[in-house]
C-alpha cells in the first residue's frame, strides 16, 4: 500500500477522479486534495492526494498545498499554534489566499504565508535522524 513503504519519502497520487470527503455526517465534494499533516516521516502518513482537474491548471498549486501539509504546515487561519517562544505559528488569514489558505484562489496563490513558512521550519528542526537521512542509492545508468 501507498505510503508503507520505506522507499519513498512521499507519494503524490493524481486522479481525475472527484474527490470526496464526509465532513460532519455530510458527503462533500469540494475536496481538491487529502494529505496528512505532518505525515512526512510516520508510517501511514506519507501521502498526498490531489484532483487534477482538467483545463483548471490548478495541479501544481494543489500539490504544492498537499506536500505542505506533510511538511507540518495546516490551513491559514485554522488555528493557532503555539511556537517554543510562545507567539503563534498560525495567526494568518485564509482570506489572504496564501497557498495555505483552505480555498486555492487568491491574490497571494503561489506563495506561503509567513504563518506556513514558521510553520514547516518548525516541523522540519524536529524531525529525527532516521528521517533526515538519505538512503535511497543513485540510479546508475
Known amino acids: 500500500m501507498y505510503g508503507h513503504s520505506k522507499e519513498q519519502d512521499i507519494t503524490v497520487l493524481v486522479t481525475a477522479l472527484d ?18 499533516v505532518g505525515g512526512l516521516c510516520s508510517e501511514k502518513g506519507r501521502v498526498a492526494v490531489v484532483e487534477d482537474v482538467p483545463h483548471t491548471y490548478s495541479m501544481t498549486q494543489l500539490i504544492t498545498h498537499g506536500l505542505a501539509h506533510t511538511l507540518g504546515a495546516t490551513h491559514d487561519g485554522d488555528y493557532t499554534e503555539l511556537g517554543p517562544d510562545g507567539t503563534p505559528l498560525n495567526n494568518c488569514s485564509k482570506n489572504d489566499g496564501h497557498t495555505m489558505a483552505p480555498y486555492t484562489l487568491g491574490s497571494n496563490r503561489g506563495h506561503f504565508s509567513n504563518c506556513s513558512i514558521r510553520q514547516i521550519r518548525e516541523f522540519v528542526s524536529k524531525l529525527g535522524e532516521d528521517c533526515r537521512k538519505v538512503t535511497s542509492q543513485k540510479t546508475k545508468p
Open 19 to 36: 474527490l470526496a470527503d464526509k465532513i460532519y455526517g455530510q458527503i462533500l465534494n469540494t475536496v481538491m486534495g487529502m494529505a496528512e
